[in-house]
């Protein structure tokens, strides 16, 4: 949406070097233990209620956790 085309590119690359991370997360998301969409759905709305330091921390939580999952799947 802003039309940056820098911002743009660096952003298609770091998603296209994060998606084997995300097929574990799916992975596990559908075969393994369900994880709530709760934590997306709160981050949304924090960020439609401009709540800017509420969606910030739920982000980083939600990004710790899952850092947490996609070690714990790599070592098995």
């Known amino acids: 949406a802003s039309h940056n085309e820098s ?3 660096l952003l ?3 998603w296209d070097r994060t998606d084997r ?3 574990i997360l799916v992975r596990e998301e559908l075969v393994e233990r369900p994880v709530p969409l709760q934590e997306h759905i709160d981050i949304a709305d ?3 209620a401009r709540r800017v ?3 910030a ?3 980083r939580d939600h ?3 899952s850092r947490i999952r996609i070690a714990r799947s790599l070592a098995m």
């Open 46 to 48: 924090a960020i439609v």
């Open 12 to 14: 298609d690359q770091l």
């Open 53 to 55: 330091e509420e969606a």
């Open 63 to 65: 990004i710790a956790r």
């Open 57 to 59: 921390r739920l982000t």
């Open 21 to 23: 991370y995300r097929l």
């Open 7 to 9: 911002l743009v590119h």
